[in-house]
């Protein structure tokens, strides 16, 4: 695993002296993690000039590391800040300017107008560069280890709801039931979930991020569920939509076969060198042509990983082209104010077609089932 983590830092660095900047100051903690390995809270990492020196992880307060924030790499040089509320960002700089960098390249979309000024105070002759998204373009491609580790969340993911499909529904109220899914989660292995998770029904059915009210499951509605779990700091999701109780009824058949058709376009249309707008179009153009294209969501999927929502993003005006062993969500949904609506959201690997084409992680059943 260390020689995993060297090669990341070896990309980055190779990327910073390129851009020439001598040093490279990485503080988003999802980043922080990537190249680390894992890190405390706060904890930012610092990347020399040369790959024989030892990187430096700077610790505000304390090296100890939960389990579910992964273990740091064994040949980073820790740095634990002696007194509590220090700014790791700032003895990082601290350090690159003793170290005889003159320049620094720093994650300017994270750090906050005061930190910069920080830095700028604290080192004074280094040259502060930007990182931009640097960090995030050497993450979209997966390596199998981490696939590997979406692929278990995916699976607990899909236990998970599984068995809340097998209890019985009406009557209880959609918080009841994410907490519910939420404690399978865990108990199945997670670490924690992905993202809050979202339950809803009747009128609810088919929003985006629906936040669960004390609202009760009734007969002939629709259930909208959208859960994930975090294993090893790697994020997956899912989402179905059902029936509860009764055979559905015309309207919702008709919707729900609208939205598995432009999902179903969506993953067909995931292949290496396809432009992330085509794949958002793929599934857009089925919406539209059945007369739901106003009101759709601004995006039909976006990237997973050590985040939940991470590049790239497939929408409309997104720039950009697939490649094999990058995880995406294809998500497309429809809701109807008043009535309900439909969401389906699976997480999947692109793949080339030698490869049997895209890998679904995210197996629960797509059928309209009646619970």
Not at 123 to 143: C, F, H, S, T, W
Request: charged share 25%; with cysteine; aromatic share 2%.
């Amino acid at each position: 695993m260390s020689e995993l983590y060297a090669v990341r830092r070896g990309r980055l660095r190779d990327r910073c002296a390129a851009a020439g900047s001598a040093a490279a100051l990485v503080s988003r903690p999802a980043n922080v993690r990537y190249l680390a390995g894992g890190a405390p809270p706060g904890a930012v990492l610092l990347l020399g000039p040369s790959a024989g020196e030892a990187d430096v992880l700077v610790c505000p307060g304390t090296s100890v590391v939960d389990p579910a924030d992964g273990r740091p790499d064994e040949q980073l040089r820790i740095t634990v800040l002696p007194a509590p509320g220090g700014d790791a960002v700032v003895a990082a700089a601290r350090t690159a300017a003793a170290a005889g960098a003159d320049s620094l390249a720093v994650e300017e979309h994270h750090l906050t107008v005061a930190r910069h000024r920080a830095l700028a105070s604290v080192a004074p002759r280094l040259r502060l560069g930007d990182l931009a998204g640097a960090v995030e373009q050497l993450r979209i491609v997966k390596d199998e280890e981490e696939i590997a580790s979406l692929r278990i969340a995916a699976e607990i993911t899909d236990q998970a709801l599984g068995e809340m499909l097998e209890s019985i529904l009406v009557g209880r109220t959609e918080r009841h039931l994410a907490l519910e899914l939420e404690r399978r989660l865990v108990d199945h292995g997670a670490d924690g979930t992905a993202f809050p998770t979202s339950v809803a029904t009747g009128p609810h059915a088919g929003l985006g991020r629906h936040r669960p009210s004390d609202r009760r499951v009734e007969e002939g509605d629709f259930l909208s569920v959208c859960l994930g779990a975090n294993y090893r700091g790697y994020r997956c999701e899912i989402g179905r939509t059902f029936v509860i109780g009764t055979t559905p009824a015309d309207w919702q058949v008709e919707l729900y076969d609208v939205v598995f058709a432009a999902q179903r376009a969506g993953r067909e249309a995931l292949v290496p060198g396809a432009e992330y707008r085509e794949v958002d179009r793929a599934a857009r153009n089925v919406l539209a042509s059945a007369g739901h294209g106003e009101a759709l969501p601004p995006q039909t999927g976006h990237g997973v990983g050590l985040e939940i929502e991470e590049d790239p993003q497939l929408a409309p005006a997104a720039m950009g082209k697939l490649d094999a062993c990058v995880p995406v969500t294809v998500e497309p949904g429809v809701h109807l104010p008043g009535r309900g609506g439909v969401r389906i959201d699976d997480t999947l690997v692109v793949r080339p077609e030698a490869d049997g084409g895209p890998e679904l992680l995210t197996i629960t059943t797509k059928e309209l089932l009646a619970l």
